[in-house]
Each structure stands twice: as C-alpha cells, then as structure tokens.
C-alpha cells in the first residue's frame, strides 16, 4: 500500500512561484504514473500534469509554467509552478496507480490519492 502526503501550499501573489511535495510511505518505484490535479471550489477535479515512464503530460492551461518531476530514490513527487495566476487557485492532490480505463486527467484514471494541499494565488 502506497500512502500519499501533499505538502508545500501557500498563498501567493499573482505571478509568484510554489512547489508542491507529495511523499508516499511505500515505494513508487512499481507505480506506473503519478499525478498532480486540482479541484476549485464548485468545480470537478482536474488534471494538472502527470508522468508516465518516459513521458510528462501537461493541461493547457499550466503547461510552460508548471514542471511534474518524479525521484523515485526519495519517494517523492513534486510540482514546480511558476507565473502562478488567480485561476491556480485550488486544492492540490497527489494521485498514483493509473488504470488505462480513464483519460489521465479525470479523477477516474487513479486509484490512490494524498488529502491534499491548498494553493491560493492573489490579485
């Protein structure tokens, strides 16, 4: 069993940068992707980028601006976001185990997730 704590949210100002932690107490080294996704108040979860052994995927509306890295040796995942705008404002989750049976951007494409970790961007 993988267990996943997010870490590292924050308030910002517009145009500010966070990285976001995401520790899992097993090893991730069998896990076939991870995740970063977002869930804005009276919105659905969303993803925001995952990775896959030899392949990063990014949302729209984050890509060049957020950066998805993956070290297995610490059991970590981490999301770098730079230009940081009103619009990242949300709950941040860590999410692991892909199933093939969802997009990797909907909620239904991960069986494991952390609580969660608020990002709140500033006017």
């Known amino acids: 069993q993988v267990r996943l704590v997010e870490s590292g949210g924050d308030s910002v100002q517009t145009g500010g940068s966070l990285t976001l932690s995401c520790a899992a107490s097993?090893?991730?080294?069998?896990?076939?992707?991870m995740a970063w996704f977002r869930q804005a108040p009276g919105k659905e979860r969303e993803g925001v980028a995952a990775?896959?052994?030899?392949?990063?995927l990014y949302d729209d509306s984050v890509r060049g601006r957020f950066t998805i890295s993956r070290d297995s040796a610490k059991n970590t995942l981490s999301l770098q976001m730079n230009s940081l705008k009103p619009e990242d404002t949300a709950m941040y989750y860590c999410?692991?185990?892909?199933?093939?049976?969802?997009?990797?951007?909907?909620?239904?494409?991960?069986?494991?997730w952390g609580q969660g970790t608020q990002v709140t961007v500033l006017l």
């Open positions: 097993g090893s991730i080294d069998k896990l076939n992707s």
């Open positions: 990775v896959f052994p030899g392949a990063t």
């Open positions: 999410a692991a185990d892909f199933t093939t049976r969802a997009p990797w951007n909907t909620s239904a494409a991960y069986f494991k």
